[in-house]
């Protein structure tokens, strides 16, 4: 029997992207489907996510996963012990000043959601007017480079979203950390965004990336599912399969 190390991102992988971040929760069949994994002798299952440790343990109160979260920047195991990719004390005071600076850019501009992870930030514009969004960002991107270089971090853009992060910190790392762990294990990991590609460069390395996306995009992983139905479909295959 193959053992399969399964890493899967959170939003546009397991559940639909909203358009605030609160309203993306799994339903009782993600959660049902979920919970039966870990029971599997030959699977070891974790969600790897840029949103924050404790959010995820709130969206999916199920046992026996690794929790990833911050991007990585704090892993949790199933038995409660912890992984720190960053010291969460150093990086709160940074990321709340950050935060400030956030509010300060979007004033009184509607649409826009400032989500302070304690070890990241998110500024997310879907509700947004394109034209508003890229004066804000670029509004944030000046007042808050020094802040951002002098502390080691980075802005990433995701899907209606610029993320402040520390530069040491990917998905890619925390899926490394993963594999080391389990190194018997094939490993495979789903996501969706373009911060799930430093996971797919690790990944591939011996095991298998699947894109969640709608069309075909450039992408090191090397399988494509359209979304989150199919997800759902290729994780109840592989328990079966267990």
Known sequence: MTLILLMMDYDGTLVPIRERPELARPDPGVLEVLADL????????AIVS??????L????PVNGFYLAGGHGAELEHPDGSRHRGVEPGKLE???????????????????FIIENKKTSLALHYRLAAPETARLVLREFKTKAG???????????????????RHHTVNKGKAVRYL????PEYYP???????TDEDAFMVVKERGAGILVAETA???AAQVRLPGQREVLKFIKILSAGS
């Open 38 to 45: 870990p029971a599997k002798r030959n699977l070891a299952c």
């Open 50 to 55: 840029g949103r924050s440790l404790e959010d």
């Open 57 to 60: 343990k709130d969206l999916l």
């Open 93 to 111: 005071p940074v990321i709340n000043r950050l935060a400030e600076l956030a509010r300060d850019s979007v004033g009184t501009h509607p649409g």
């Open 146 to 164: 020094f802040v951002i270089q002098k502390h080691g971090l980075e802005i990433i853009s995701g899907k209606k979203v610029a993320e402040v």
């Open 179 to 182: 594999m080391d762990r389990f």
């Open 188 to 194: 495979i990991y789903l996501g969706d965004d373009i």
């Open 217 to 219: 995009r450039e992408s």
